[in-house]
């Protein structure tokens, strides 16, 4: 199985600021990466797939890069109602996998 | 507008059983690949179950292979998951999800599955 491991676990960071989450493969997955957002108490919500392909509607501030093993999700500009956990998932092969997510807070 | 509706969650005791459903609108829901992704509480997301638009192809996670059985009926736009032999470890917010191959794109809003005596 693939396993994805997700850093920072957990950051603070204030309005405006550049904020970046990486996802790390066991192995090589090409661009076969999606990221998703949790808000609390709500079901997650597609951001990305395809590692860099914005899902229809999400804001531009939220981007992503990478492919191989070493993804990147990056938040342009944080927003108050980016608060949420962020998770990837890799779709290259089943069983499908999430990264153990990073919890983002605003300060 | 696409929606997902599941239902079926509750309260059952180990080595209990439980059907999960999940009533599919707003889409052709035989043209998709389904899921099952569950949350234990205050936990991550961990991917349970995958079913092809036909139904001819079927995934599951190791930890409920042997257990849990996904199937869906086209003609009437649903998706389900027969749970058995449920553990302590099987407690969790369990979300239908539609998508396979590059994404999972809409979710419904989860049912809760409580494993306990």
């Known amino acids: 199985d693939i396993q994805l491991t997700q850093s920072p676990s957990f950051l603070s960071a204030s309005v405006g600021d550049r904020v970046t989450i990486t996802c790390r493969a066991s192995?090589?997955?090409?661009?076969?990466l999606a990221w998703y957002q949790q808000k609390p108490g709500k079901a997650p919500k597609l951001l990305i797939y395809?590692?860099?392909t914005l899902e229809t509607g999400v804001p531009s501030r939220f981007s992503g890069s990478g492919s191989g093993a070493e993804f990147t999700l990056t938040i342009s500009s944080l927003q108050p109602e980016d608060l949420a956990t962020y998770y990837c998932q890799q779709v290259n092969s089943y069983p499908r996998t999430f990264g153990q997510g990073t919890k983002v807070e605003i300060k | 507008e696409a929606q997902l509706v599941e239902s079926g969650g509750g309260l059952v005791q180990p080595e209990g059983s439980l059907r999960l459903s999940c009533a599919a609108s707003g889409f052709t829901f035989s043209y998709y690949e389904m899921n099952w992704v569950r949350q234990a509480p205050g936990k991550g997301l961990e991917w349970v179950s995958y079913i092809s638009g036909d139904g001819g192809t079927i995934y599951y996670a190791d930890s409920v292979k042997g257990r849990f059985t996904i199937s869906r009926d086209n003609a009437r736009n649903s998706l389900n998951l027969q749970m058995n032999g449920l553990r302590d470890e099987d407690t969790a917010l369990y979300y239908c999800?539609?998508?396979?191959?590059?994404?999972?794109?809409?979710w419904g809003q989860g049912t809760l599955v409580t494993v306990s005596s």
């Open positions: 999800v539609r998508g396979g191959r590059t994404r999972l794109d809409f």
């Open positions: 395809g590692a860099s």
């Open positions: 192995q090589g997955i090409s661009s076969s």
